[in-house]
């Protein structure tokens, strides 16, 4: 299966003035692809806190004890705050429980949702043009390094074919790209004149339409209106004579009179015109750049553009491509043997430096080492690679932290302990005293110096493995897919270079993206602040600000939780689309079992910090076997319950203090002895549903689920027809 | 008991409640009976919270009354003044009309005339009945407490003019019972008939005064009530602390000190130690956790038979309703569409609001919960009350639905009746 999130042994825990707290401790889950987690359990059993890890939002007072959360490779606790920000928003988006919270009250909803799209396009646009510059001259030099010098002269005029080329399809692009963002302008300002003008509101007919005649006649790009150049004309004649007819309400007189027949007409003829453009299939500026910049005085309008692209392929390859591939595939696979002879070197040194990190060693010489391991390994890593390994990449940084981690705590544990007892002291000597003590001592915080070098330790090991796996694979590595692959990164980033966004596309990819969340009229509310939204309706702002940004994993913090049940409803169906839709994966976080039967493919119990039972959604509902998850089902009455409900007693513990045993003992009416003594194990119910309860150990006497429960699964199987596997 | 069950404790009619051009609740009429729990429920925003805030009087009310053990304790005055203006315009058009008639043919004028100054009387006559009317209304409106607590009076100076009577020649014992006739006397002057209507709400946090301490929030009705008492007032609140499943010591504490469960509990036995009969539960457990909210549903279950207590449970999780109450009323936008006994409602469902709601309770079940389709319901698109207004009409004894002639004749016939 392709997970896309793994969370591995996270612990987290709060300083606050009463005592660590325990939030989160040692769990462990998958997140796959196109997949729903949904994540259950009473407030305070850290649900809230994993996931604000995953987005790495934690609180201040927060401390990261252990674990890993990986994504695409990257371990989202140990990457720095500029690598995150490319993920948080981007790729991992979240929806709060209280959507009002988190919408800005002062802004309109329409910048609060073009915002991001905006200052991203902005920042990705610049960084393009970066990355197309130093990522050419890299294979440049490879490129000459690995043939014969003799060749060096083509090599060089192929390159700057290459550039150029990318610069004259840009320039194409360019033109196309603004006559296209006309298009979206005008066919955005038609509309919002048509809507303005349904609901009667003041406008400037003359005026506007002159505009619009503007702005039609310049839509006049060969590439766009091979097809619409009479209709173009006509519709401008047309709306030229329907502006001339028209004559504007006099002072004085009825201002709400309705628009001229004639003049919507032409206006609504227009429209389909536009949206065909703008829907218009993109020519491959690459592959025309090279068409253009050989025969530079070449008309472009004969052919259609499917059947130019063909030609235009065709031309490339022929002229230059070939011959390209041929060399640069050389480069790459250079400069692939250099970094994998380098990376052979550097697998020997990170084991030498694991027995030395075990070892006793000073801050300097520890930094020493990891200042050259660090360099070696920058220097092993095949830059011309497009998928990088970003555990390589992310290797000083990682290290770095760990090592600085292991001395700060070697030097404050003494500190923190000697502070502990010192204030302690004092408390007991008052209270000795007979005096009234209001404070307490604020609890130390203390790490285990082992387990922080187990961490440096561990940063090592992480990338060795990958390494020695890099090794055994270098065999079957295709150079000319990589090529093709980096020639793709260069059209790619040279499109990137001259996408841009203005603020009127950016507004009618908003609208759409409210018309897909089910926000209705969005050309209205567009302009409305947050408070005059309903709940439910602003929780589907809050989703469309998600969603912007295209990311591959949605986390739901309790999304519904605030709403109603119709209002739930429609909302868990929204999301349910939008994942099948797009593709998404999300991790759904909630305290009602109820609401996740329809969402969830996985489910994950939390209580205290600890997974108490993780499976699929039907383990969890038709075969249950934590006594919490008992509780958990049997609290709540479905439409078929008359008997008392089987309420939890008590509340969950206090986490500065975590019990020794089982956490949910105390509450549990199947506790046993060992419940409060000892932690019981994951158990495996079935591939794919664990438990952690020792009512599964073997030697555990038979207890059978609460009758509630065993009645309601009985039902609820009958009711379907017992087709428990089956889909 | 069972003779009491049909006895009616409170009874609402024609309730509107405008803000000024919101109507929040419009014409809404239910009765509840004593002992049963009344579950009333709609999405956010159908007025159910302001007809539960209207009835204990937080708002004065626009139109309608409400009556409480038969007697009248809120009347608003709006159908009156509609009464009143419409008498007016009808008038001033049939006037212009026989006007208009006499400028055509003026050998009719005496005729006319005298039609005229019937009209004008006939006029008058509605508007100095409705105005009776209205006089009435804001009187009762203002003065039912002070009714209730006259009465209350005279009973307690007839209790005691009795004692007095029997202990006139025991000097001590008269000065002890003119102390306790004082203490009881302030007590029944200060009794309101409203106080037997109590309200428990939906944010414990917000509803506890975060400066006062439980005992002190759980024994202010009973101070303001009048009574002096120390002691007798501790032992009542430590009395109910036990009832509501919590312990003498948390008396001393502050609200803050407590997790939401407990809180509510709180907000419980504060509305409890006054000894209510109607109780209004506004969303008491939305804002809990589930397992909390067990604790709370059945805590509530258990001073309802304890105390006999009558319960307006307003709602939105229907699973939860349906759970706990005996009827439930279902709103839409200002408006009671359907009502019905809880089985009734749930195995015929009539009005396609109630429809819609039923079908997005989300269940336990994963299977069945895959096959669910959600029904979406379309106030305009799915009825035409442009000729034939709609009302509130029994289809089956005790089920009521908010339809016109056309849809009670389909509702009828999908019934078999």
């Known amino acids: ?727 | 008991m069972e003779n009491n069950k049909n006895e009616v404790l409170l009874r609402v009619e024609h309730l509107s409640q405008h803000f000024g051009k919101l109507k929040a609740v419009n014409d809404v009429s239910f009765d509840i009976k004593k002992g049963e729990v009344f579950g009333l429920v709609g999405e956010s925003g159908c007025g159910k919270t302001t007809t539960g805030r209207s009835i204990i009087r937080i708002y004065d009310i626009t139109g309608g009354s409400i009556y409480f053990k038969d007697q009248r304790i809120c009347a608003g005055t709006l159908e009156y003044k509609e009464a009143i203006d419409n008498i007016k315009k009808e008038t001033k058009d049939a006037i212009k009309a026989l006007e208009q008639e006499i400028a055509e043919n003026p050998e009719l004028k005496s005729d006319k005339e005298a039609l005229i100054k019937a009209k004008k009387e006939e006029c008058d006559r509605v508007i100095a009945e409705n105005r009776k009317l209205i006089k009435e209304a804001k009187f009762d409106h203002k003065n039912s407490d002070k009714e209730y607590s006259k009465n209350c009076v005279k009973e307690v100076e007839a209790k005691f003019a009795k004692l007095f009577e029997e202990a006139k020649n025991n000097p001590e014992e008269t000065a002890l019972l003119k102390k306790k006739y004082k203490d009881e006397l302030r007590v029944a002057k200060n009794t309101k008939l409203v106080t037997n209507i109590q309200m428990i709400f939906q944010d414990s946090i917000a509803a506890l005064n975060p400066r006062m301490t439980v005992r002190e929030i759980i024994a202010e009705g009973l101070v303001i009530n009048g009574i002096k008492d120390k002691e007798y007032i501790d032992e009542k609140v430590y009395e109910i602390l036990e009832l509501v499943g919590l312990v003498r010591e948390h008396a001393g504490r502050y609200p803050h000190e407590f997790s939401g469960g407990q809180r509510q509990r709180i907000g419980i036995a504060r509305s409890v130690i006054m000894n209510p009969d109607l109780l209004i539960a506004d969303e008491p457990i939305s804002a809990l956790d589930v397992s909390i909210q067990a604790q709370i549903i059945n805590l509530m279950n258990e001073l309802r038979e304890r105390l006999g207590l009558t319960i307006l449970f307003i709602a939105h999780d229907l699973s939860v309703v349906k759970y706990f109450s005996d009827r439930i009323g279902v709103m839409y936008y200002g408006n009671m569409v359907e009502l019905a006994e809880t089985d009734e409602l749930f195995a015929h469902p009539l009005h396609p609001y109630t429809r819609s709601l039923l079908s997005a309770i989300p269940l336990p079940d994963p299977h069945a919960e895959k096959k669910r389709t959600r029904i979406v319901y379309n106030a305009l698109a799915e009825h035409d009350y442009s000729v034939d207004k709609p009302s509130m009409r029994e289809i089956l004894p005790g089920h009521f639905v908010y339809c016109n002639d056309a849809e009670e004749a389909n509702y009828k016939k999908e019934l078999g009746l």
């Not at chain 1, 990318?166 to 963002?181: D, F, V």
């Not at chain 1, 031309?315 to 390209?324: I, V």
């Open chain 1, 1 to 727: 299966m392709d997970k896309i999130l793994e969370v591995k042994n996270l612990k987290i825990s709060f300083r606050t003035s009463g005592g660590t707290v325990k939030a989160v401790r040692d769990i462990s889950f998958d997140l796959e692809r196109g997949k729903t987690l949904a994540i259950v359990g009473e407030s305070g059993s850290g649900k809230s806190v994993t996931s604000k890890a995953i987005l790495g939002i934690l609180a201040g007072n927060s401390i990261i004890e252990g674990g890993e959360i990986l994504y695409d490779g990257k371990d989202l606790l140990r990457i720095s705050e500029e690598d995150m920000c490319k993920i948080r928003g981007d790729k991992i988006s979240m929806i709060f429980q209280d959507p009002l919270s988190s919408l800005n009250p002062i802004v309109k909803i329409g910048n609060q949702i073009t915002e991001a799209m905006i200052l991203k396009n902005r920042t990705s646009r610049k960084e393009a043009r970066g990355s197309f510059n130093r990522h050419l001259a890299l294979l440049k030099k490879n490129m000459l390094a690995a043939n014969d010098p003799s060749l060096a002269g083509e090599i060089d005029e192929l390159v700057k074919t290459l550039d150029k080329m990318s610069i004259e399809g840009n320039k194409l692009e360019n033109r196309y790209n603004n006559e296209k963002t006309e298009a979206v302008d005008l066919l955005s300002a038609i509309e919002d004149f048509l809507f303005k003008a349904s609901k009667k509101q003041k406008l400037d007919v003359k005026k506007e339409l002159s505009r619009f005649e503007k702005l039609l006649a310049d839509i006049s790009d060969p590439f766009l209106t091979i097809n619409y150049d009479e209709q173009i004309k006509t519709l401008c004649a047309e709306l030229s004579a329907a502006k001339s007819s028209y004559s504007a309400p006099k002072k004085g007189e009825d201002e709400n009179v309705e628009l001229p027949e004639e003049i919507i007409s032409v206006l609504e003829r227009i429209k389909p015109i536009l949206s065909d453009i703008t829907a218009h299939e993109n020519p491959n500026f690459f592959r025309i750049g090279y068409y253009k910049l050989m025969n530079p005085n070449a008309s472009l309008t004969e052919m259609p553009i499917a059947e130019f692209n063909e030609y235009a392929l065709k031309y490339l390859d022929e002229n230059f491509m070939h011959r390209f591939i041929e060399l640069e595939e050389k480069g790459v696979e250079y400069s692939f043997n250099q970094a994998l002879a380098k990376k052979k070197d550097v697998v020997e040194k990170l084991e030498d430096a694991k027995t030395f990190y075990l070892g006793d060693f000073s801050k300097a010489e520890a930094l020493k080492l990891c200042k050259t391991l660090s360099d070696e390994v920058e220097a092993s890593i095949d830059r011309l690679e497009i998928n990088k390994d970003s555990v390589a990449y992310t290797f000083r940084t990682a290290l770095t932290t760990a090592i600085n981690k292991y001395f700060f705590y070697m030097k404050n544990n003494p500190k923190e302990e000697a502070r502990f007892a010192r204030q302690s002291k004092k408390r007991d000597a008052l209270i000795a005293r007979g005096k009234h003590v209001s404070w307490k001592v604020v609890p130390k915080v203390v790490f285990d110096l082992e387990e922080l070098k187990a961490d440096i330790v561990a940063v090592i090991d992480r990338l060795s493995t990958r390494y020695s796996e890099y090794i055994a694979n270098a065999d079957s590595v295709d150079f000319n897919a990589r090529s093709v692959e980096i020639i793709d990164y260069f059209k790619d980033k040279a499109s990137q270079v001259v996408y841009k966004v203005t603020k009127s596309m950016a507004k009618e990819r908003a609208i759409k993206l409210m018309e897909e969340v089910g926000i209705h009229e969005p050309r209205t509310r567009y302009y409305q602040y947050p408070f005059e939204f309903s709940g439910g309706m602003r929780q589907r702002i809050v989703i469309a600000i998600a969603l912007a940004a295209d990311p591959d994993i949605i986390i739901c913090d309790e999304p519904t939780t605030a709403l109603d049940v119709t209002i739930q409803a429609q909302i868990l169906e929204l999301i349910n689309n939008l994942k099948k839709e797009r593709n998404l994966s999300v991790i759904f976080i909630t305290h009602d079992l109820g609401v996740v039967a329809n969402m969830a493919d996985d489910i994950g119990v939390m209580y205290a910090g600890k997974i108490v039972e993780y499976g699929t959604a039907d383990d969890i509902f038709y075969d249950p076997r934590h006594p919490y998850t008992w509780a958990l089902l049997s609290s709540m009455p479905d439409l078929d319950t008359k008997e008392k409900l089987d309420a939890i007693p008590g509340t969950p513990p206090n986490m500065i203090y975590p019990p020794v045993g089982d956490a949910f003992a105390e509450r549990n009416k199947y506790a046993m002895q060992i419940d409060f003594e000892e932690c019981p194990p994951f158990f495996d119910v079935s591939e794919t549903h664990k438990a952690a309860t020792w009512l599964l150990h073997p030697d555990a006497p038979k207890v059978e689920r609460p009758k509630a429960i065993s009645d309601r699964i009985e039902r609820m199987l009958s009711k379907t027809g017992g087709e428990q596997d089956g889909e």
